[in-house]
């Protein structure tokens, strides 16, 4: 059996969703090492944004309130 059309692409939709911002924090921490390593001036800026947003956005998660169950 075959799942129907709808249901994978609503599948897709759901995979897309939960990787989304995992995948593109990864990239800008990637692009913040590589420019670590290989740039001066400019590249110390922009690799001090990108190593540290993912560690704001995850101290956010980390220690925002849960919401009750």
Do not use: H, N
């Amino acid at each position: 059996m075959s799942s129907s059309p709808a249901r994978r692409d609503e599948s897709r939709a759901d995979s897309r969703r939960l990787w989304t911002w995992p995948i593109a924090l990864g990239l800008l921490s990637a692009s913040g090492l590589l420019t670590a390593l290989v740039s001066d001036d400019w590249g110390d800026v922009w690799s001090w944004i990108a190593l540290g947003v993912p560690v704001a956005v995850m101290a956010w998660f980390a220690w925002r309130p849960q919401a009750a169950r």
